[in-house]
């Protein structure tokens, strides 16, 4: 083909531009940091005894349908979380399992719901802003309003968590919303205040942080007071502490979350995904913004593309 | 009403047949038995050649334990069991006293050596000598030790006589110790009982099996008969549906504790308690403390009972987790059906096909035209 | 300018009417999944939350769409004026494949009735991938549809349109907004974080998506010039041809050379001899893009029509199973989840592809889109 050696240097110099911004470049997206009043709650695997209370609390507080387990015909086990469960609680077991939060021949409980991530990839992800993150306590909503029901932050969490309403004509996203209706109202979640045991406790996430790190220094076998409900009930139960893994999961997976979680086993076999420091909704934001902060990069180009176009019809004409 | 003929002779203690059947049907079923076995335990109880003789040691007790036995009055047990063994010594209930009652123990004990059972009230302190608790001007430690060698089996009746009870509440100044702990190491069988009471049919089902079958129910690793001591309350308690439910009383006489909610955050120690209360329940009227609005405070469970304080909240023991429970990982099934499998392979082949045909065709059309 | 005459010819062939039965089968099931939700006709589930309507129809149907975008380039930018022949069937094709895919978006989302809240500002979040690639879409489609105009403009009135610079603001649109929305399409998938196998998550998917694009442009221009030639009995344009496949080749250097530049820069290249599917995947999709280089080298393949065909149909293959690893074969969301498209949801995908298989049969035969007989070479 004939190309003038002119227009074959401009077009691989666009080439060269197109490559270089096709790399993100030094335009890193800030870190998010935790909010001050970001609320959340911590799960403690050691003291759950599986009772599922908090299934139940969830169920009535947010008005959701019973769901039945094709385990056995009963409402109380849906197998995992889904359009009409916003909190599950699951067993991992080894073995024999006789010997709870143990990880050879033993058994311990893990409460899936959103972890209200400092980062959330569902957030970013929305085109729509129908996930949103509270700017003061840092729950993240869904505004059924705003969603088209793309899915792409069923794609985006980490976790797993946003679930879809595949049998409706008019589907929603569903996921724990940390029962901010209540928050108003001076309530709090319903998995907190129906966990009897405090396995289950809310409080703003800085102090859940230093109640966690508290019970990383207990003496395994002695007994202590936990704070049942929310950290500033009031209600202590004395209970012994067991031997916890030493990783508070939350504090900084994929950018932090605002729900912290404490095990006795490790995380992984309560299928929590190992993740790293970086959120992934960093990333694909800085790769955004370098290209097009601002829009100045694709008015370049096209400037330079209706010179390069008009000249070519000149030449035509 | 008449009396049917029927095979057993003397049945004892003036009870009419029909209930003495039942007392004996309800004995096997309380032991796990089936139903059937009532009137095998009715024929060995009346026929024995000669009523097994009972020797009732009393340690560090407060009676009840035996108390707990004549209370039954439905039908009037106190006349069966003490027509059905032949109690030779039991200071609460001898006859005689004294001297009078020491010689009579020590003739029962020889003219019965291995064949008496040999039941222990109370806990047995041991600091100091064991002088604080002495019957006749001798440590009951001692008593123990001599009389036991020679019974067939020995029923530690009661938490005191089976794990220690009150009388071993810290700081246990007197170094009350079970039955079973003095015996170690003699091949003596015991059985432990423990309750504070026990409900007087755990020890009767226990007796009478011995009677029956000429040997001891299956025990656990504490020496309980299984039977009555191998479940949690927590796993038979009317009042589960609402711990599962999340319904807790928090308060006595709240909103939840007038509602007969779970009694779990009242320190409720059902969950790891092993006995029968909750469904044996006592005084022939189905009470027990969960259903009076009392939490259970473990007093048949070493290391609980008296130990624990009344309010803190028990450990939950689950033996292995509900089967019901779901697993970490679940199947959420989305896999193709065959016919969807089969459908996209048609159609993937379908498209191959067509493609090895266009470039069949182009190859001779481009022939054509060259 | 273009001697395009419209083709003639009956429209309701045999093959018209085989396409047409798929799509009223089809239709069948869309109504099945406007009247009980998505989950009556589909296999997608809440692990795997997109499909192959999102995969195929969207994803690969617009990658399949880009003729209008790779012409535009070469024509436009690097003043290639010897390939006019080929911008307005490429331009067909791209307005076809755009439309049938915002028309596969809106079948795909839940909330359809909301679709509009992308263009609302108090709704629009910025920092969405998807939001970009919606927008560009939606411009684009309009785009074409405008670039396409003196096709309509030229039938109806018999007479050929001048081109003026309104139109050449559009043409230089029609190329900066590929550019940005098939780039995004990689970075969709940046999200997928940990559920994205390291043999396709990497920052650099929206560079690599971008090549990957600009090549399926050349080659979709090549399979559906051959594929009307052969069906329409018309000359094949090998001529023309010849010369535009010397691009193939080159891109697809540059291709490879990012591709596993980054995936041993991230020393992740070991995954793909791991035996499971998804390595296997992996190397499938890059001997179907090795092979077409391979062929495209020698000169005389390029004058070849069905050497020209064969690569092709390898590289669309190669395009195709790129998006399909990145999308849904190199996605995995955790244990317990699996999906593969159910029958209805299948059908759904083949109607969207034989309805622009009609369209472009009636569009040829009846408005000036393709070169009259005996004008194909230069």
Redesign the interface.
């Known amino acids: 083909m004939k190309i003038k050696r002119r227009d074959f240097l401009k077009g691989a110099a666009g080439c060269g531009v197109l490559a270089a911004v096709g790399q993100p470049a030094n335009a890193e997206a800030k870190k998010k940091e935790r909010l001050p009043g970001a609320l959340g709650f911590l799960y403690d695997s050691t003291l759950c005894i599986g009772c599922q209370a908090c299934m139940v609390g969830c169920k009535k507080a947010n008005e959701m349908p019973v769901e039945s387990s094709d385990l056995l015909p009963i409402w109380e086990n849906p197998r995992d979380l889904s359009a009409k469960t916003l909190n599950v609680i699951k067993k991992f077991e080894s073995g024999t399992g006789t010997n709870k939060d143990q990880e050879t021949d033993g058994f311990a409980f893990v409460k899936r719901q959103c972890m209200h991530c400092v980062d959330p990839g569902c957030v970013s992800a929305c085109p729509v802003s129908a996930m949103r993150k509270n700017p003061d306590t840092g729950v993240v909503t869904y505004n059924k309003d705003a969603c088209i029901g793309c899915r792409y932050c069923q794609i985006a969490c980490p976790f797993n968590i946003p679930k879809f309403q595949w049998d409706s004509a008019f589907p929603q996203i569903v996921k724990c919303q940390l029962c901010s209706h209540l928050l108003p109202k001076g309530e709090i979640p319903a998995c907190c205040s129906s966990c009897p045991t405090g396995a289950t406790v809310f409080g703003p996430t800085s102090e859940l942080m230093a109640e966690a790190q508290r019970r990383q220094q207990m003496e395994p076998g002695k007994y202590y007071d936990y704070p049942v409900s929310s950290l500033d009930s009031g209600k202590n139960f004395s209970q012994k502490a067991a031997s916890y893994v030493p990783q508070i999961y939350g504090e900084n997976e994929v950018g932090g979350t605002q729900v912290l979680m404490l095990a006795g086993v490790p995380f992984s076999k309560l299928g929590l995904p190992e993740l790293p420091e970086k959120s992934y909704a960093s990333t694909a934001e800085t790769i955004q913004h370098t290209i097009y902060k601002g829009m100045i990069a694709p008015i370049v180009v096209l400037a330079g593309l209706y010179y390069f176009v008009n000249r070519s019809q000149k030449d035509k004409d | 009403m008449r009396c049917r003929e029927s095979g057993f002779d003397k049945i004892p203690g003036g009870v009419s047949r029909r209930d003495f059947l039942k007392v004996c049907t309800a004995t096997a079923v309380y032991m796990g038995l089936p139903a059937s076995f009532g009137p095998k335990i009715a024929a060995a109880a009346t026929t024995a050649k000669k009523r097994p003789p009972v020797i009732w040691l009393s340690g560090q007790e407060c009676t009840g334990c035996t108390e707990t036995l004549l209370r039954a009055t439905h039908p009037t047990v106190e006349h069966l069991i003490l027509d059905l063994i032949a109690l030779d010594y039991s200071e609460t209930l001898n006859t005689g006293a004294g001297h009078q009652a020491e010689e009579y123990r020590a003739k029962s004990i020889e003219e019965n050596k291995g064949k008496f059972i040999l039941v222990v009230e109370g806990s047995i302190p041991v600091k100091d000598g064991g002088i604080y608790c002495k019957v006749a001007g001798k440590p009951v430690l001692e008593i123990l030790k001599e009389t036991a060698p020679k019974a067939a089996a020995v029923v530690a009746i009661g938490s005191c006589a089976a794990w220690g009870g009150v009388p071993s509440a810290g700081p246990n100044p007197t170094g009350a110790t079970p039955a079973y702990k003095i015996l170690e190491g003699t091949g003596i069988p015991v059985i432990n009982i423990p309750g504070c009471p026990p409900n007087g049919y755990n020890f009767l089902s226990t007796v009478l099996y011995y009677v029956t079958f000429k040997k001891l129910p299956e025990l656990d690793e504490k020496l309980r008969p299984k039977f009555a001591y191998g479940r949690l309350l927590h796993e038979n308690c009317e009042r589960r549906p609402h711990f599962d439910a999340g319904r807790f009383a928090e308060q006595f006489g709240d909103e939840g504790h007038r509602m007969g909610y779970c009694l779990y955050k009242l320190g409720c120690k059902g969950p790891e308690t092993f006995n029968n209360c909750s469904t044996l329940r006592f005084n022939d009227m189905g009470t027990w403390p969960v259903n009076t609005g009392h939490p259970c405070f473990g007093c048949s469970e070493e290391g609980v009972g008296f130990n624990i304080p009344l309010h803190t909240p028990a450990e939950v023991k689950n033996i292995t987790p509900s089967a019901v429970q779901t697993p970490i990982t679940v199947d959420h099934g989305g896999g193709g059906s065959t016919g969807a499998v089969a459908l996209a392979a048609g159609v993937a082949g379908a498209a191959i096909g067509a493609g090895i045909v266009a470039l069949k065709k182009i190859d001779q059309t481009e022939k054509k035209q060259d | 300018m273009s001697e395009a005459k419209p083709v003639g010819g009956k429209v309701f062939t045999g093959p018209f009417l085989f396409f047409l039965v798929i799509t009223l089968i089809g239709i069948y099931f869309l109504a099945k999944r406007?009247?009980?939700?998505?989950?009556?006709v589909?296999?997608?589930?809440?692990?795997?939350?997109?499909g192959i309507w999102i995969t195929y129809d969207v994803v690969v149907g617009t990658a399949f769409a880009c003729g209008g975008y790779s012409m535009a380039l070469l024509?436009?930018?690097?003043?290639?004026?010897?390939y006019h022949p080929l911008v307005r069937p490429a331009l067909l094709a791209s307005m076809f494949g755009y439309t049938l895919a915002g028309v596969s978006v809106f079948i795909?989302?839940?909330?359809?009735w909301?679709?509009y809240?992308?263009f609302?500002p108090w709704?629009?979040?910025f920092?969405?991938?998807?939001?970009?690639v919606?927008l560009c879409i939606a411009a684009y489609i309009a785009v074409l549809w405008i670039e396409f105009s003196p096709t309509f403009i030229e039938a109806s009135t018999g007479t050929k349109s001048k081109?003026n610079?309104l139109l050449?603001?559009f043409?230089?649109?029609g190329?900066?907004l590929p550019?940005?929305h098939q780039?995004?399409l990689g970075?969709?998938?940046?999200?997928?974080?940990?559920?994205l196998s390291p043999l396709w998550w990497t920052?650099?998917l929206?560079?690599i998506f971008?090549i990957s694009a600009i090549t399926m442009g050349y080659t979709v221009v090549i399979f559906e010039s051959?594929?009307s030639a052969?069906g329409l009995k018309r000359?094949?344009e090998?001529d023309i041809l010849a010369?535009?496949s010397?691009v193939i080749p080159i891109l697809l250097v540059i291709f490879l050379v990012v591709r596993f530049g980054d995936l041993l820069m991230r020393g992740q290249f070991g995954l793909a001899f791991s035996g499971d599917l998804q390595g296997n995947m992996f190397l499938l999709e890059n001997i179907l893009h090795i092979v077409p280089l391979v062929i495209l080298a020698s000169a005389t393949n390029r004058k070849?029509?069905?050497m020209l065909?064969?690569s092709a149909?390898c590289l669309m293959l190669g395009g195709l199973l790129f998006r399909f690893n990145t999308y849904l074969i190199g996605?995995n969301?955790?244990?317990?989840?699996?999906?593969?498209?159910?029958?209805g949801?299948?059908f759904i995908t083949?109607t969207i592809i034989s309805a622009e298989i009609l369209l472009y049969m009636i569009f040829v035969k009846k408005l000036p889109v393709l070169e009259s007989h005996g004008q194909a070479k230069v």
């Open positions: 406007f009247m009980f939700g998505i989950g009556a589909s296999n997608m589930n809440d692990g795997f939350a997109w024509v436009y930018v690097f003043n290639n004026g010897e795909d989302i839940g909330r359809y909301h679709i809240n992308v609302l709704f629009t979040n920092n969405s991938v998807l939001l970009e919606a081109v610079k050449i603001f043409i230089a649109l190329i900066l550019t940005m780039s995004s970075s969709v998938m940046i999200l997928a974080g940990n559920k920052p650099a929206p560079l971008l051959t594929l052969l000359p094949f090998t010369k535009l010397l070849n029509a069905k065909f064969l149909c996605f969301p955790g244990e317990g989840w699996n999906y593969f498209p159910a029958i949801e299948q083949y």
